[in-house]
């Protein structure tokens, strides 16, 4: 049966985070039953954008620099690495510049893609994939627990979406129904699957993620070697129905890890755990779900105080539904309502404003 380990964390404490991930990787075999000596290890992090730790958008420093410690300790080489939404560089003030200087190591953005096709792909059928995730020996990927105003939530698989390059990625978004979307997300987890992950819920992300929503203490570090398993006993934790997230279901049927909780080994019971009150996405699907992104989320409107004219909604938008006159105008019959703009917008300029009742 797929282990995987859990545990209740509160806080970012160097002491505390150590001893919880050495007993996390007793349980699942022993880090060094992963990494052997020699070996570049790739941590693929979640940086989605330029934001402080504290906004919990993106992988907390601490679990950086303690893996990366205990990698080198096998006497492997740690390099971190990521693919964010947002052209600005997120390493500064995400806080990995300082670990990647404090630990001695290379801390990079993907710059250098290769066609690589897919197998047994559902809707892409070749991608242009990160040379340095295809090349590392092994690959730890440190996603944030977060929900997403798309698919719902976010966590390991939707973490490799990073690994392709920005340009295809912008064209990805297009496909807008959130069937195609966790295909895609499948597709590109089937290229490179993860050898371990850990997921950093310490700090989460409730409401309108993955970046400009809430930051909640859920209090949640979970580990395994089986990236799907992680984000079904994430989900389930956060109060989901497993059966209702699409990505994580269709990730099983492609045979990329398990979903099913009862197939699951676990370190601590978590029937009496589920996190009812975290604000989730609704699960909708279809022509309800295009209603509620229409109508119930709203539209994407810019807050003029915030906007810095960086351009980057206009060059990241897919539907190319965004002209700048100073400032970014929306074309909503364009708009494919990805939000892809919210996110790229560090600033949080662009909003989803909801509309009011006439």
């Known amino acids: ?41 790739l941590l693929k992090l979640n940086l989605t954008g330029p934001f402080p730790p504290e906004c919990a958008a993106t992988t907390h420093p601490m679990i950086v620099k303690i893996v990366a410690k205990m990698v080198k300790k096998l006497k ?3 390099i971190i690495a990521d693919g964010p939404a947002t052209i ?4 500064q003030e995400t806080g990995i510049d300082n670990v990647a200087l404090e630990e001695d ?6 710059e250098k893609f290769e066609k690589k096709k897919v197998d047994s792909f559902d809707i892409v059928a070749e991608l242009m ?17 977060k929900t997403h105003a798309l698919t719902m939530f976010t966590g390991a698989i939707k973490n490799m979406f990073g690994a392709v390059a920005f340009e295809q990625r912008k064209s990805l978004h297009k496909y807008k129904k959130i069937e195609d979307f966790s295909k895609i997300l499948t597709d590109v987890y089937s290229v490179r699957v993860p050898d371990l992950t850990i997921m950093d819920g310490i700090w989460g992300m409730e409401g309108i993620g993955p970046v400009h929503g809430q930051p909640i203490n859920l209090g949640l570090f979970i580990v395994s070697k089986d990236g799907v398993a992680v984000d079904a006993l994430s989900t ?7 059966k209702d997230i699409i990505m994580i279901n269709h990730a099983k049927a492609k045979g990329l890890g398990e979903a099913d909780l009862n197939k699951m080994m676990f370190n601590n019971s978590f029937t009496e755990k589920i996190l009812q009150k975290v604000n989730l996405i609704p699960v909708l699907n279809g022509q309800m779900r295009e209603r509620f992104l229409k ?19 206009q060059k990241g938008c897919p539907g190319e539904a965004i002209t700048l006159n100073p400032y970014p105008l929306i074309d909503h019959k364009k708009c494919l309502n990805c939000y892809r703009c919210y996110e790229i917008c560090y600033n949080g300029a662009l909003q989803i404003i909801t509309k009011k009742k006439e």
Not at 236 to 242: C, D, E, P, R, S
């Open 88 to 91: 600005k560089s997120p390493l």
């Open 76 to 78: 492997a080489f740690p």
């Open 295 to 313: 109508i119930v989320l709203g539209t994407i409107a810019c807050q003029t105080d915030k906007c810095i004219k960086c351009q980057e909604c």
């Open 1 to 41: 049966m797929t282990r995987v380990y859990w545990n209740e964390c509160k806080n970012y404490t160097e002491k505390d985070l150590t001893r919880i991930m050495i007993e996390a990787f007793e349980y699942i075999g022993g880090l060094e039953s992963i990494v052997k000596p020699g070996e570049t290890v």
């Open 105 to 110: 190591l290379k801390a990079f953005l993907f």
């Open 129 to 145: 994939y990160s040379s340095d995730i295809l090349k590392a020996d092994k690959i730890i990927s440190i996603p944030k627990l």
């Open 236 to 242: 389930a934790l956060l109060g989901y129905n497993v």
